[in-house]
């Protein structure tokens, strides 16, 4: 789009591709010598145990059960739910997750 003006606008402007420049001598290896960062994440036992727990066949149909059950009931969806995941999401925002 063409601005040509204050309050005047042209019609659709052609679009240009942008070409970047490639760096020159700049190697992807590492000099000798120099160790490069690497990002590593250790899962505990309790969380491996957890995470296992929750695949499970039966703890899930029995979660999905009690699930089914409240929102039957109409006890599944109740201000102190919300408020809670209100809570947990500002303490997610404020932590910057």
């Known amino acids: 789009m063409d601005v040509t003006g204050a309050g005047t606008v042209g019609g659709a402007g052609s679009i240009r591709p942008v070409h970047l420049a490639k760096p020159t001598g700049v190697s992807s290896t590492p000099a000798p010598g120099v160790q490069v960062p690497r990002d590593e994440v250790l899962i505990s036992d309790a969380a491996k145990s957890l995470s296992a727990?929750?695949?499970?066949?039966?703890?899930?149909?029995?979660?999905?059960?009690?699930?089914?059950?409240?929102?039957?009931?109409?006890?599944?969806?109740?201000?102190?739910?919300?408020?809670a995941a209100i809570d947990k999401m500002i303490a997610a925002w404020g932590r910057g997750a």
């Open 53 to 83: 727990a929750q695949m499970d066949p039966q703890v899930r149909a029995a979660r999905l059960a009690e699930i089914k059950s409240a929102i039957e009931a109409g006890t599944y969806d109740s201000p102190q739910r919300l408020e």
